[in-house]
């Protein structure tokens, strides 16, 4: 298993670890699946540990890989400077995939939405930055690394009814691009991933099943999507959109006033009914 593991994209050296945040499910646990192949030890946090030690057991069979779970709720001050900590203390973490996020579907004048809000710009950008900045200290002190920011197609262009959110991950966008030329001379690759609607837990846990667009888009394999991240982290890219549709929607917001392209994301971003 390890020799097949080594034949893979962006094969580990021994003694690698990944770090995964938002790994109990969707695209993180794909991603965690991704790093476990090519043979990373693997650092699973989430909040739900069940879930956490539920994957672990499953790709430590799989691909004969340690992995560890730390349970971890990144909206809680302090909470992604513990995690580095815990998950480095005697481990080189070659990989960082910040991907833990989450997103409040509702009108901005809607004050019901705040603490989801709130709690997603602790996860979406403190954590995520935090995380960022420890990785890329060590990995560049260390002349080599990999990091792999989870961003969004909503970084693309704001989107009315999921305001916040999708100004999170403009945030995450553009953080990703300033750090992978800041770092592109010490050996330390950043790479965002921006994916489409992809079918996870995601849209369920931010109660947006009825937006109207989600009811005409297809939603992506969180497989697939992962897939496309790593192969674009280990290759090198800085930003990686899965799927010709997306690509085709972030060619589009460039070209269309921005005015238009915010009218419309109303449209779409609206409930049904
Ligand atoms: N699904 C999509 O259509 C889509 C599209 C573009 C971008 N994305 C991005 O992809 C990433 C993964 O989302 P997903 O689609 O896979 O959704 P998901 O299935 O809801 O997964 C979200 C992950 O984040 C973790 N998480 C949420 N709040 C957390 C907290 N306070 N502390 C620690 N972990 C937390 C969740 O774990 P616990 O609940 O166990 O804590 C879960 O593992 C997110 O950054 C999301 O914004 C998703």
Redesign the pocket.
């Known amino acids: 298993m390890a020799r097949e593991a080594r034949a893979v994209r962006g094969a580990a050296q021994p003694g690698d670890w990944a770090l995964v945040?938002?790994?109990?499910?969707?695209?993180?646990?794909a991603l965690a699946a991704e790093a476990a192949r090519a043979g990373y030890g693997v650092i699973l946090?989430?909040?739900?540990r069940d879930?956490l030690d539920t994957l672990g057991a499953k790709l430590t069979r799989a691909y004969n890989v340690p992995v560890v779970s730390l349970t971890?709720?990144?909206?809680a001050p302090g909470?992604a400077e513990t995690l580095w900590q815990e998950a480095s203390a005697g481990r080189r973490i070659a990989v960082l995939v910040n991907?833990?996020?989450?997103?409040h579907f509702g009108r901005f004048d809607d004050p019901e939405g705040w603490e989801r809000e709130e709690?997603t710009l602790h996860?979406?950008l403190m954590a995520l930055t935090v995380l960022a900045k420890f990785a890329a200290v060590t990995m560049a002190a260390a002349g080599s690394g990999r990091i792999l920011n989870?961003?969004?197609?909503?970084a693309f262009a704001p989107g009315p009814g999921f305001a916040v959110?999708s100004a999170s991950?403009a945030y995450v966008l553009s953080l990703s691009e300033a750090m992978a030329e800041e770092l592109s001379g010490k050996g330390v690759q950043v790479t965002a991933l921006?994916?489409?609607?992809?079918a996870?837990?995601?849209?369920a846990?931010d109660g947006a099943e009825g937006a109207t667009w989600l009811s005409k888009a297809g939603?992506a394999d969180?497989d697939r999507v992962a897939a496309a991240g790593w192969r674009a982290l280990t290759s090198g890219r800085r930003i990686c959109v899965p799927g010709w549709q997306n690509k085709a929607l972030a060619l589009v917001v460039r070209l269309v006033p921005r005015r238009v392209v915010v009218f419309v994301a109303d449209q779409l971003l609206r409930r049904r009914g």
């Open positions: 945040t938002g790994a109990s499910g969707g695209i993180g646990a946090a989430a909040r739900s879930r971890t709720d990144l909206s909470a991907n833990a996020g989450l997103g709690d996860v979406n989870v961003a969004s197609t909503a959110y991950k921006c994916p489409g609607a992809t996870t837990g995601f849209f846990a939603m969180p």
